[in-house]
């Protein structure tokens, strides 16, 4: 009965990638085989010359050098554009600079941004593929690709794989794009926090979600453990007692027992230590957190290769 | 009194072969029906108008009903012209079948003085149909003065509001109250309690989770209205009425001030009784609205409400903008839609034919139940020397609504494409024709 919405002007490029929710099963696999394949420091110019924007409405350490390193390893030539410096500042809509940003020879852009959809408002007007690299609460794809990337390192495959995601999981977009990510290829999950952080209604993300306010609870037999940092910046008013927190929810060495032996700990920094988990856990032998940021690259080597059509 | 649109000597026009639908005259019935001098002139079994006409409508087929009001629109004059203006918004209305609208104040400037209520109604602003103001409850809508509830009303306001916002102030709101009910002024109220609402960008549940947006909660306007019923069974002969009610919790809170005979009336828009929070999809903002599309649970106890009574009228809360507004991040995008093109349609394509809700009832939602509201005399029934508003339309005529030929200036409604059944096929005002479909 409905049509292409009117402010829709027309569907995602081919090679977007906007969030895991929509995406095929064989489509998050392809990626993931493909990532084991790319190495960056024995790179093959796939991309050489093609014109990729990085576009941060937000800050990123991680993601945009990541991206900005994947997308150069494969000898793409990379522009970054920033809200401060830039005619955001004064005032250009989104799509204008989209626009803008296609005239001037962009083959792909790269967007974060601290509205949820923005990417898909992009990709809804522009012809080249749109890569969300974090759109407000509402999805980070290539953080949940790379973390299944970094799972799959450790563990053989996803099923029945138990993955307790602890801390501010109503904030995270890391969280969301995940739980869709690990549910779909049968991966048990468990959300850990208080009710602020994790609200009854996270449960109807994705089918079988299970919600726990116990952290013992969460971590028994746990496989894969993911720590969320507390993101005062999103917090918009709500009063969280540091203190009560740490007690209740920090990640300690002596809490890190109650998981498997084999369990690893993940976290898609920036962490805080001392606050959602000890400066132990962080530099444990359990933890796989600096290897997350290493597999950052090849992964979205891979999702940049598939964008511009070089998925071979 | 307020007479929106000057009736000048218009041909006498007889409306013949219809069926009338006149929920307020209890009409249900073939009867053909003179208008002569603004004003309904006969109506009586068919072939019995003796008295010759100037004009015939062939009404064969169709249901003649009296003219439809929605007691909310915005039309964005003065100040936001670019969106729509009092001539293209009542066009886009006449085109839905409505003989009067009644226009909410949340314009630029405000409307907050009697030179700006007087300044809607003048023939200069071209409305096509009867324009009725609804002026600032506070002064610039800021929520802390009152304005001249008597100067207003002298200037042709029927009613009070600071839509858009609430009036949260409990002092505020009972003063607002007591005046208008010393002069039987009605205050409308946008229930929303603002402090649980703040960056929020649709409902509060699965989908604003989903889609990672912060959700307005139910609560946020049951909690308004039911403090409102409260202060309205304080203060004897107050007038309240809760404009877009969208919850079932703010239902309950009507249905109890009902009961207590305090003097509540509600409306429910086409896009609340039609779309779920879940239509936002992936951030559509043709479905961002104030207040937000709700639950299904919230929806089905809508539909029940506009069933047995307890909702008085259907209003469009008619929003437009433009394009630039809404094709923006959903977070940052207008809140709301257009809907006076749409809303027969779809009260018939929802409640009539899916919902097996009799016409009598929806046309009652559209007339006698909007006029009562805020008191439209001689308007909302075709009884002998009320005005002649009349809407005839077709409620088997299947057609699909294009955006792009909307006579609205915008073009934001989530309808585009729809297929509907249910058509206006004209609109007279003052007994000239205002609007005939082709």
């Not at chain 1, 250009?92 to 959809?117: F, K, N, Q, W």
């Not at chain 1, 801390?167 to 779909?184: A, K, Q, W």
């Not at chain 1, 060495?253 to 920036?270: C, E, N, Q, S, Y």
């Amino acid at each position: 009965m409905q049509r292409l919405p009117f402010f829709m002007m027309n569907k995602p490029a081919r090679g977007s990638l906007l969030g895991i929710e929509h995406m095929a099963s064989e489509e998050i696999s392809g990626l993931l085989k493909l990532a084991r394949r790319m190495n960056p420091l024995k790179a093959r110019p796939l991309l050489r010359n093609r014109r990729i924007v990085l576009l941060f409405y937000e800050a990123s350490t991680r993601t945009r050098s990541s991206f900005e390193i994947a997308a150069k390893s494969l000898g793409a030539i990379t522009t970054l554009v920033q809200s401060s410096g830039s005619s955001i500042e004064k005032g250009e809509s989104l799509l204008d600079t989209g626009y803008t940003l296609r005239a001037v020879g962009a083959e792909a852009i790269v967007i974060r941004h601290p509205s949820a959809g923005a990417p898909h408002l992009m990709a809804g007007h522009l012809d080249i593929p749109v890569i969300n690299a974090g759109d407000g609460m509402h999805e980070h794809p290539s953080q949940a690709l790379l973390d299944a990337f970094t799972i799959l390192k450790h563990k053989r495959s996803f099923k029945d794989l138990h993955v307790a995601i602890i801390g501010d999981i109503y904030h995270s977009r890391v969280t969301r794009s995940n739980c869709h990510l690990l549910s779909r290829f049968g991966a048990k999950i468990t959300l850990c926090g208080p009710p602020e952080f994790v609200p009854e209604i996270a449960s109807t993300l994705v089918p079988g979600l299970r919600i726990t306010r116990h952290i013992e609870e969460a971590l028994r037999g746990a496989d894969v453990i993911m720590l969320l940092r507390l993101q005062k910046e999103r917090l918009a008013g709500q009063k969280i007692r540091l203190q009560d927190y740490i007690a209740h929810y920090q990640m300690t060495t002596a809490r890190l027992k109650l998981a498997k032996r084999d369990a690893i700990v993940m976290h898609p920094g920036p962490i805080i230590r001392g606050l959602e988990l000890t400066a132990e856990v962080a530099d444990g032998p359990q933890s796989v957190i600096v290897d997350e940021v290493h597999n950052g690259v090849p992964t979205r080597m891979a999702i940049l290769a598939r964008a511009l059509g070089k998925a071979k | 009194m307020p007479t929106a649109k000057n009736t000048s000597r218009a041909p006498s026009l007889l409306i013949k072969s219809g069926h009338v639908i006149d929920p307020a005259a209890k009409i249900n019935a073939a009867v053909d029906i003179l208008l002569r001098d603004g004003r309904v002139a006969e109506i009586a079994p068919p072939n019995k108008i003796r008295a010759g006409a100037d004009e015939k409508f062939d009404a064969r087929g169709l249901i003649v009903a009296p003219g439809f009001i929605d007691l909310h629109v915005h039309l964005r004059e003065p100040g936001q012209s670019y969106k729509e203006t009092i001539a293209s918004g009542t066009a886009a209305a006449a085109a839905g079948g409505f003989t009067s609208v009644c226009t909410m104040p949340n314009t630029a400037p405000v409307v907050d003085t009697e030179e700006w209520v007087a300044w809607l109604r003048r023939p200069e602003r071209g409305a096509l149909i009867n324009v009725f103001p609804i002026a600032a409850a506070t002064r610039g809508s800021r929520g802390a003065s009152l304005t001249d509830f008597a100067a207003l009303q002298r200037a042709g306001a029927v009613a009070v509001t600071d839509d858009g916002k609430p009036i949260l102030d409990d002092e505020i709101m009972r003063a607002a109250l007591r005046l208008g009910a010393e002069l039987n002024l009605p205050v409308v109220q946008h229930a929303e309690d603002t402090r649980l609402t703040e960056n929020c960008s649709m409902h509060e549940g699965a989908t604003s989770f989903r889609l990672g947006l912060r959700g307005m909660p139910a609560a946020a306007e049951a909690n308004i209205v039911d403090r409102d019923i409260t202060l309205a069974q304080q203060i004897r002969e107050s007038r309240l009425h809760v404009a877009h009610l969208s919850t079932s919790d703010a239902l309950k809170a009507v249905r109890r001030g009902k009961r207590a005979k305090a003097r509540v009336t509600c409306e429910v828009t086409p896009h609340h009784f039609t779309l779920l929070d879940e239509n936002v999809g992936e951030y559509d903002t043709y479905c961002k609205m104030n207040p937000p599309l709700r639950s299904a649970s919230d929806r089905e106890a809508i539909l029940v409400a506009l069933a047995d009574g307890t909702v008085d009228a259907i209003a469009t809360d008619h929003a437009p903008h433009a394009a630039h507004e809404k094709q923006v991040e959903f977070e940052r995008a207008a809140f709301g839609i257009t809907g006076l093109e749409t809303a027969l349609a779809l009260a018939i394509t929802k409640l009539h034919r899916e919902q097996k809700i009799p016409l009598m009832r929806i046309v009652e939602l559209f007339t006698a139940g909007p006029a009562r509201v805020f008191d439209l005399r001689g308007r909302g029934s075709l009884q002998r020397g009320n005005f002649a508003d009349v809407t005839i339309f077709d409620p088997k005529k299947k057609w699909t609504f294009e955006a792009a030929k909307s006579r609205s200036l915008s073009r934001n409604t989530p309808f585009d494409g729809w297929q509907f059944t249910g058509k206006v096929a004209a609109t007279i005002v003052g007994g000239k024709i205002a609007y005939r479909a082709d």
